[in-house]
Every structure is written in structure tokens, then in C-alpha cells.
């Protein structure tokens, strides 16, 4: 393999660090933003239940998702139906594809960092795609979220009916619309910072 392979390379994985930072940053994030949600959007009266129990609920459906041990899928004050526990398991599968990704790349930069240099103008094109993702986003979330839903899934599973899955009256789509942005700022920041870092001689 040539230098500019082994370059271009780096530089690929180094995208792919970045878009599973931003969004692994956002994932342990969403503990606080979601806290804030509770207060910010009535949640807890919206479902007849302390800040503390939804809390408590947001917690275990994210040990779920977050933690490879835990297998089951079950909340204290909700119930689901197999459509929405099928749900949480392909989001889980996202997740665990997620940190794989963040934990093998990271590895790969860290031992890598002092042998190979990476393409600048590459991360300003990402940038750019984003800054249009962002716009797109901005005119119609609703639309941007369904497209998002519709590329990662292959079902419709995720179109919860809060009868059957009442888990859904806790996650407004404002909630979801604050994760985004916050992973849209880490993104960019990351890419614009790249872009424009110096080149080590």
C-alpha cells in the first residue's frame, strides 16, 4: 500500500471517528437535555408521574440501549409491544455498531497519529454536506426525521402508537430536535477544526 493509500486511509477512518464522537458525545448527553425536557415540556404531568419516576424510566430504556450486557428490554412504568421492544433492539444494534466504531477508529488514530497525515480538504467538504443537512433539518424536521428514520430502519416500527408503546409521550420530538442539534455542533465544530488544523511537518 502507498503512502497516499495508507493517507487516505487515515483520513476515511478519521471521518468515521468523528461522525461516531459527535455521536457518542450526544448519546451521554442526552441524560442532561432529557432532564431538561422534563421541566422544559411538562413531561411528568403529561404522564402522571414524578420527575424522578421519568427519570428513572429514561434511565433504564439508555442502560439498555448503552449497555452490551443487558439483553432485555423493560421499563418500571411503561408498557411495549413487541413492535416497540423490536424497536429498542435495532436502535441497540445502532449503538453497539456506533462505539464499535468509535473504539476501533479512536485506537487506530491514537497508534497512527505519528506515521500518517490526513487530506484537510476532505473535512471541509463533510462540512459542507452537513451545513446542508442542517438546513434541511431547519425547514422541515419533521420530513428530515422521517427520511432519517426511513434510511436506518427497515420497518416502521419506530412510527410508535402511544396506546401500546406510551414510552413515546416521554420523548417529544423537541427532545429529539435538541439531540440534533447538539450532534450537528459537535460534527461541524469537529470537521471545520480539522479542516483548518496545521499539518505536523
Not at 488514530?109 to 506515521?115: D, E, I, S, T, Y
Not at 442542517?134 to 426525521?145: I, Y
Not at 483548518?196 to 511537518?201: F, G, I, M, N, V
Given at each position: 500500500?502507498?503512502?497516499?493509500?495508507?493517507?487516505?486511509?487515515?483520513?476515511?477512518?478519521?471521518?468515521?471517528?468523528?461522525?461516531?464522537?459527535?455521536?457518542?458525545?450526544?448519546?451521554?448527553?442526552?441524560?442532561?437535555?432529557?432532564?431538561?425536557?422534563?421541566?422544559?415540556?411538562?413531561?411528568?404531568?403529561?404522564?402522571?408521574?414524578?420527575?424522578?419516576?421519568?427519570?428513572?424510566?429514561?434511565?433504564?430504556?439508555?442502560?439498555?440501549?448503552?449497555?452490551?450486557?443487558?439483553?432485555?428490554?423493560?421499563?418500571?412504568?411503561?408498557?411495549?409491544?413487541?413492535?416497540?421492544?423490536?424497536?429498542?433492539?435495532?436502535?441497540?444494534?445502532?449503538?453497539m455498531l456506533n462505539?464499535?466504531?468509535?473504539?476501533?477508529?479512536?485506537?487506530?488514530?491514537?497508534?497512527?497519529?505519528?506515521?500518517?497525515?490526513?487530506?484537510?480538504?476532505?473535512?471541509?467538504?463533510?462540512?459542507?454536506?452537513?451545513?446542508?443537512?442542517?438546513?434541511?433539518?431547519?425547514?422541515?424536521?419533521?420530513?428530515?426525521?422521517?427520511?432519517?428514520?426511513?434510511?436506518?430502519?427497515?420497518?416502521?416500527?419506530?412510527?410508535?402508537?402511544?396506546?401500546?408503546?406510551?414510552?413515546?409521550?416521554?420523548?417529544?420530538?423537541?427532545?429529539?430536535?435538541?439531540?440534533?442539534?447538539?450532534?450537528?455542533?459537535?460534527?461541524?465544530?469537529?470537521n471545520i477544526w480539522?479542516?483548518?488544523?496545521?499539518?505536523?511537518?
Open positions: 500500500m502507498s503512502n497516499f493509500q495508507k493517507d487516505t486511509l487515515y483520513t476515511v477512518i478519521m471521518a468515521f471517528f468523528i461522525l461516531t464522537l459527535s455521536i457518542t458525545v450526544t448519546i451521554f448527553a442526552s441524560y442532561i437535555l432529557f432532564y431538561i425536557s422534563i421541566g422544559q415540556f411538562n413531561l411528568d404531568q403529561i404522564v402522571y408521574m414524578s420527575t424522578g419516576r421519568v427519570m428513572h424510566n429514561y434511565n433504564q430504556m439508555m442502560n439498555y440501549l448503552i449497555n452490551p450486557f443487558h439483553s432485555t428490554f423493560k421499563l418500571d412504568d411503561f408498557q411495549s409491544s413487541a413492535a416497540g421492544r423490536l424497536h429498542f433492539a435495532d436502535c441497540k444494534k445502532l449503538f462505539f464499535g466504531v468509535f473504539i476501533v477508529s479512536g485506537a487506530y488514530l491514537w497508534f497512527q497519529r505519528k506515521k500518517r497525515v490526513y487530506f484537510q480538504k476532505v473535512f471541509k467538504y463533510i462540512a459542507i454536506v452537513g451545513v446542508v443537512l442542517v438546513v434541511l433539518m431547519m425547514v422541515d424536521f419533521d420530513g428530515f426525521f422521517v427520511v432519517f428514520h426511513e434510511l436506518l430502519f427497515r420497518n416502521s416500527d419506530w412510527l410508535f402508537d402511544p396506546g401500546k408503546d406510551p414510552v413515546i409521550n416521554i420523548l417529544p420530538e423537541q427532545f429529539f430536535t435538541e439531540c440534533f442539534v447538539l450532534f450537528f455542533v459537535l460534527f461541524e465544530g469537529l480539522k479542516s483548518r488544523a496545521k499539518k505536523r511537518s
